[in-house]
């Protein structure tokens, strides 16, 4: 797989000693040049003003170690976490037009009421090929459907037949943007964002980082007055060219998000701003039919391998139900879920 560098920093050649170890260093180099020089055992010995001067030039070369990596302000831990980007961040790759069809294909064979947005990622995938990306540049999605069809899953979904890691942030119970961005310094629950943390953990740049249920993501408002608004916080992130050098307010270092897949659900694009639609034009979706709900229930049965008879009860409820919009893909999942938990109960003797 290709690699970028992802984090603005420079990484020493080997890792750095102690502060103490440092010092000692300088200690026995200062007592054994005296020694070399003819020093007597009473004038080499090292001073309470030698040990100053050693504190102050120790203190002086950790400054400027640290000026020059871009890491002089973290803590030891901080920068072993880092380290992990020695050798940048790997991306992966959709190599020809070929594999971007067989993934188009894939998504519309699995779920078809999701067409629109297949199409433009099919587009978005073909386009990065042509020009020659090191990994697909997928324009940030904003699903805006009824509820129930499967927004995060198709999200899921395209994860897997990426290969890419996949983390969904629920907006209803992470208002503020700390989930996004990450926290300053301070706070009492202070930590890099979990987009941040998923490519830390899995040292993989393009992630799929979904936010489930954007618009409901209210402010948060600090004890000083502060607001902490979501799609706000995303702006800079969803925008290319501010994402290629975003600084982090945790680590406060810069690093390459611009590779990230965004897929942003919506029930209604009530709430959000025009600065958050100009950078997430809506992928307007519409409710699943009684066909689309019977494939479904179809073809995830066949993946469980779940009896025909089973799967057919399943179907049949389907039918059964006049209005098709009421139900949802959770309840087609959660009928399965039993069907499947019954067939695998243990014999009770």
Known sequence: MPRIPFAKVTFPRQELPERYEVENRLKRFLANYRKKSGATDSSYAVTDTDRDIIKRRAAAYFAAVGRASGMGHLERHDREV?????????LVAVKTEHRADEIASALQSEMPWMAPATERIWQDMRSSVRRGDLAPRISPLLLVGPPGIGKS??????????????????????????????SQRGWSSCSPGRPLQTIIAQRIANPIIVIDE??????????????????????????????QSW???????????????????ANSVNGLSEPFLSRCPPTELTSMTQEHLIGFAEREGARRDLPQDAVDAVQEVIVAIKTPHHVSLR????????????MNRPVLH
């Open 82 to 90: 880092l380290e992990v980007f020695r050798g940048g961040a790997e």
């Open 153 to 182: 899953h198709f999200a899921r979904l395209l994860g897997d037949l990426m290969r890419v890691p996949t983390t969904v942030i629920e907006a209803t119970n992470e208002p503020a943007s700390f989930s996004v961005t990450g």
């Open 214 to 243: 954007i618009e409901k993501a209210g402010p948060s408002v600090s004890m000083k007055g502060h607001s902490y608004d979501l799609s706000q916080g995303l702006l800079p992130l969803l925008e290319r060219l501010t994402a």
């Open 331 to 342: 309840a087609i999942i959660r009928m399965l879920d039993a069907v499947d938990q019954a």
């Open 247 to 265: 600084s982090c307010p945790y680590y406060r270092v810069q690093f390459d998000m611009s590779w990230i897949t965004w897929v942003l659900t």
